[in-house]
Nanobody
Framework: QVQLVESGGGTVQAGGSLRLSCAAS????????MGWFRQAPGKEREFVAA????????LYTDSVKGRFTISRDNAKNTMYLQMNSLKPEDSAVYYC??????????????????WGQGTQVTVSS
């Protein structure tokens, strides 16, 4: 089992950058595929990006390709989401999540077993 804690959220102007971190407890972090999701008020939780256990495979939703970068450091039990060129529509609570399956293309939230508490990202225009 793994416990996840996000940090790094905040308020930034459009065009700015933020880096989110997801710190994991437990010795099995390196065996989990990890993902970032976000949820805006009144909307469904949506997939943002995912990364395989080794970091060798990544997947992004179309709206963030070229702007966001997902990465992980298994030695530090930490995953990151570097967000550049932020837009007001990126505003949401961002969650990190983990799962045993390495199928990154199954990115429905129910495919992930472990979740953090979320961190708020607000992008002002």
């Amino acid at each position: 089992q793994v416990q996840l804690v996000e940090s790094g959220g905040g308020t930034v102007q459009a065009g700015g950058s933020l880096r989110l971190s997801c710190a994991a407890s437990g010795r099995t972090f390196g065996s989990y595929a990890m993902g970032w999701f976000r949820q805006a008020p009144g909307k469904e939780r949506e997939f943002v990006a995912a990364i395989s256990w080794s970091g060798g495979n990544t997947l992004y939703t179309d709206s963030v390709k070229g702007r966001f970068t997902i990465s992980r450091d298994n030695a530090k039990n930490t995953m990151y989401l570097q967000m550049n060129s932020l837009k007001p529509e990126d505003s949401a609570v961002y969650y990190c999540a983990g799962k045993i399956s390495q199928d990154l293309y199954d990115h429905h939230p129910r495919s992930y077993s472990y979740w953090g508490q979320g961190t708020q990202v607000t992008v002002s225009s």
